[in-house]
Nanobody, 114 residues
Framework: VQLQASGGGLVQPGGSLRLSCAGSGMIFSISVMAWYRQAPGKQRELVATITRGGSTNYRDPVKGRFTISRDNAKNTVYLQMNSLKPEDTAVYYC?????????WGQGTQVTVSS
């Protein structure tokens, strides 16, 4: 079973995007969900996490710009990204914490460029 991320695209610096991640009910019984990203030539990194109760944590470079949320009834996790920077360019994925190999989907490409 894979988690399907969507909502990426090409945006100018300072712009916004909202990513969505859909999965089965079984997956969203998982306590902690997260968004990860992988930039070209770099390792995949954790961006933001959210518990079933809604507690969140963020990687320092995205604090104050990104907001993670989840709708357990819809089995969906979101990532609202504002004030995007070129260094946010990456493929974005969602998964559990710690990540489960079988849950990795194809991700969604986010490109920030003028």
């Amino acid at each position: 079973v894979q988690l399907q991320a969507s909502g990426g695209g090409l945006v100018q610096p300072g712009g916004s995007l909202r990513l969505s991640c859909a999965g089965s009910g079984m997956i969203f019984s998982i306590s902690v969900m997260a968004w990860y990203r992988q930039a070209p030539g770099k390792q995949r990194e954790l961006v933001a996490t959210i518990t079933r109760g809604g507690s969140t944590n963020y990687r320092d470079p995205v604090k104050g710009r990104f907001t993670i949320s989840r709708d357990n009834a819809k089995n969906t996790v979101y990532l609202q990204m504002n004030s995007l920077k070129p260094e946010d360019t990456a493929v974005y994925y969602c998964n559990a914490v710690p990540p489960t190999r079988d849950y990795w989907g194809q991700g969604t490409q986010v490109t920030v460029s003028s």
